[in-house]
């Protein structure tokens, strides 16, 4: 990613990309010269948000870049919007102007948007340069976009090379990189290791179950735990997904790729944490050995649970690793998943709802998360719909007896096996983008990674 940035000492002949609102464009346009003027008004230039044109100079070289954007105070607009023209101008060196809005994040927007997956396919040609903006901190800058791009490449990857093996060697990876610490439970010794539900949902693959455990920083820091849903594929099971049902279920271990991209990000920062990354990994597959509808599990948390439906299989992997996580009761505990359509229903791919009790940490999350142009958007932990999930013959029911605030009982059902952490939040994220937009092309994506690391270097800040 850093080849998408250069510094303005190396860039002395960039061109500039000047962003206009519409309110901004007569006196854009009176600046200009002449003849690049009636170029861009025979253009038809109205900069409308996402236009842009080239204005050529007298030798026919690109002298300027125009680009649409919204007003800087316009509620709808997109701090990434400057970055759709990663993707779209030539090859070059280019320095942004004009009502740019949040330098940093239009730097940050130019990135992300740089992305592509590139596993399969022939290396993209080389891509537009963008010159550093003055006072923005371009290792930073650069090491967010790489931990993007490195949970974005974990969830494109399909799941024939990317199973709980393949997550596990990604973390080890991460380990190496970062001087930590990586070991693993694996298959039966899950169950001598007391963790009896990922085991049950991982047990019908051939690819071992897994629960990764990575550790580092000073063992006297502030205890910080990150909780990754690491689901490689989801057939739902017995109760089996349609085929349309699966085709993006290679994303189901979005919210392991969220996890290990924020924990690489707090890393790489050297933040004063004793951080924790759990990844509960496994492939939820049919055989003889399926877990069933109607099934009661052991937990670690010793909790009887109830099976209604094996499609919910990565609340059952997240609450033994959040267990395991709350029995040192860290400072902050966070979880990611890619865990209901319930969540999408009510707010859409690109705003996660996020829980939690603490209204302290709500409040930064939600600040913090538009601040970085990381939305989410706070859920109630509803109390009354405790009784949702009810079992008559087990200590509770993983699944609610209706079909009414899904995401609201997922959370609840998580909450019962965090105990003790008092800062407790739980992001119910997507992991794709249906459709490409400025800084977030279309495909896998990582979200609430970037708040997270946001919200830990605000809390413990580096030296």
Not at 3 to 28: D, M, T, Y
Not at 288 to 298: C, K, N, W
Not at 317 to 335: K, N, V
Request: charged share 20%.
């Amino acid at each position: 990613m850093h080849s998408l940035i250069v510094q303005a000492a190396s860039a002395p002949a960039a061109i500039p990309v000047q962003c206009v609102s519409k309110a901004g464009l007569s006196e854009l346009l009176d600046g200009l010269a002449p003849l690049a003027r009636r170029f861009a008004q025979a253009q038809g230039f109205a900069a409308s948000p996402g236009q842009h044109i080239l204005l050529p100079d007298e030798a026919g070289a690109i002298a300027a870049v125009l680009l649409g954007v919204e007003a800087t105070d316009a509620r709808r607009r997109d701090p990434f919007a400057p970055g759709r023209l990663a993707a779209l101008l030539p090859a070059g060196d280019y320095v942004l102007s004009g009502e740019i809005g949040d330098p940093g994040l239009a730097a940050l927007g130019w990135l992300l948007q740089g992305y592509r997956f590139e596993r399969y396919r022939k290396p993209a040609p080389a891509t537009a340069r963008l010159v550093l903006p003055e006072g923005i901190d371009g290792e930073d800058l650069t090491r967010t976009a790489e931990s993007v791009a490195l949970a974005r490449d974990l969830v494109n990857t399909p799941a024939n090379d990317m199973g709980p093996a393949e997550i596990e060697a990604a973390i080890r990876s991460l380990a190496a990189e970062c001087d930590a610490t990586a070991t693993a439970i694996v298959g039966d010794e899950l169950l001598a290791r007391n963790f009896p539900m990922i085991h049950a949902v991982g047990r019908a693959s051939p690819r071992a179950p897994r629960l990764i455990d990575l550790v580092w920083g000073d063992p006297a820091h502030p205890k910080i735990t990150l909780v990754g849903k690491g689901v490689a594929f989801d057939t739902g099971g017995l109760d089996l997904k349609p085929s349309a049902g699966m085709l993006l279920m290679k994303k189901d271990m979005g919210g392991a790729a969220a996890a290990i991209a924020a924990a690489r990000m707090i890393m790489l920062a050297k933040l004063p944490v004793r951080l924790r990354l759990l990844v509960p990994a496994v492939e939820n597959a049919v055989s003889g050995s399926s877990f069933r509808p109607g099934d009661v599990l052991a937990s670690r948390k010793g909790l009887s649970v109830e099976i209604g439906n094996t499609d919910a299989e990565g609340r059952l992997i997240l609450a033994d690793a959040l267990a395991l996580a709350d029995e040192e009761t860290p400072e902050l505990l966070i979880d990611y998943a890619t865990l209901t359509g319930a969540a999408r229903t009510a707010l859409g791919p690109e705003l996660p709802p996020f829980y939690t009790h603490d209204d302290g940490l709500a409040a930064e999350i939600g600040r913090l998360g538009e601040a970085v142009n990381d939305p989410v958007w706070r859920m109630p932990l509803w109390p009354n719909y405790e009784r949702m999930l009810d079992s008559r013959i087990a200590d509770l029911n993983h699944v609610s007896g209706g079909s009414f605030a899904g995401s609201v009982t997922a959370a609840l059902f998580l909450n019962r096996f965090v105990e003790k952490t008092a800062s407790y939040a739980h992001f119910d994220i997507y992991a794709w983008n249906p459709s490409g937009k400025p800084g977030r092309p279309e495909g896998g994506e990582c979200q609430a990674a970037r708040l997270t690391y946001a919200l830990v270097k605000q809390l413990y800040p580096a030296g």
